[in-house]
């Protein structure tokens, strides 16, 4: 149930003057965890969008337990809450090199028709591919 | 007690391949709306960190409601909720230039010793001119 | 023929650990003189994209003389530097409130097809509205 | 003499409404990939600030040749010009997954001290180290 998206550096453009990551940052994280995510359970991002359908962020939440520095590790972990309906909701754990949690954080997202930007039904394809990542 | 930051237009650069702001740039215009609620009270959130003190997020929360869009030009809506103690929390609102009610928001300030990055006591003048605001 | 574009303030999240802005952020800068140039002489990039045509930039250079920092007000100065063929190339010049010049730079910029992504010819209302501008 | 940087995939969050990356991001890659040939030829940059030493960017050239995709994988080569003397000199070609060149661009660097933030000598270590990577 529990995935770890590949440990990654962080990069010395994420830094801003206080001398650690500018927070704004860790949703972008959180969105690189999402896709790798995905595409552990075999759902390409890309493809997704291709087919017409958009997964914007509806909310988020995060909380900025300890700072991320310049050239840190972190594995980020991540958790789907339940099966989608109408909206996707994660979890997300980040972690530096010294296992420290340094942020948790939550992200609820929609699915869109791509050409209409109104609500749409959760693929069967991405619903059963995402349903066996539950089990 | 409310406070309208400057009227902005979004950046070409804010948008992602949705044709739509990326979320995480939400987090920005809640800083500079809190830079500028500073300044109206008389603060330079610069010569804070001058004098030694940080006002990191701790942590932030945010509703995207509606997209916003490259142009659009935008209003932040932003409230002290109270009188600071070990931390801040302000709320933020953002209306798009047809007044639409585009996105919420809220995030919680520490202030932090800049040396030491332990949590310090909110300096006296800060206070004060916080309070005033309050008034 | 020069067009100054309204003052701004650096941003804190535009700065790094080095407590200066990161030199990523003059192209967005020079972007946001472009498209605010464009403006002044009474074309919209929005419905330039709208109507079909991407402006994409094909070539970049910047000197970076002096650092800008946070909350730094600053003034780009930008020029067309002759009437546009298959490209536009613009200088700019950044200076700070001190009026010290901090940063120099051009970009040129070539017309697309939003749907071939294939080069196309300069839209005749465009070219005379660029053209104006010159004289 | 060639250093090739680990490949990675390009995020999400660095494309613009034009469906391709922003091409400030192009700066982060080549500063990306400075950083790991730092780290090949066995100096951590990250040490070399804490030392009191900047390498600020000083001067940057980029050709955008082809456009760069959502979950396109890169690999970017970085070579050295020459020995440092004042400055630094670091050229880059990026490659897309289908080995295409997709952008060329230079950069070139300072030694600063941090606290003066005036140019100093290269440190002999580091020196001997980038002596090395050129034999």
Request: proline content about 4%; aromatic content about 14%; some cysteine.
């Amino acid at each position: 149930m529990k995935f770890f998206s590949q440990p990654f550096r962080i990069k010395y453009s994420d830094t801003d003057q206080m001398g650690i990551v500018h927070h704004s940052n860790y949703l972008k994280y959180f969105e690189n965890a999402r896709i790798s995510w995905l595409r552990s359970v075999g759902v390409s991002y890309k493809k997704i969008e291709d087919s017409g359908i958009l997964m914007p962020v509806v909310s988020a939440s995060v909380e900025f337990i300890y700072p991320l520095y310049f050239d840190d590790e972190i594995n980020i972990e991540i958790i789907l809450d339940e099966l989608p309906r109408a909206t996707l909701i994660f979890d997300y754990k980040i972690f530096n090199q010294n296992k420290k949690l340094v942020c948790t954080g939550n992200t609820k997202l929609a699915f869109l028709n791509s050409i209409t930007m109104r609500p749409t039904r959760v693929p069967k394809n991405i619903y059963n591919l995402f349903s066996g990542s539950l089990e």
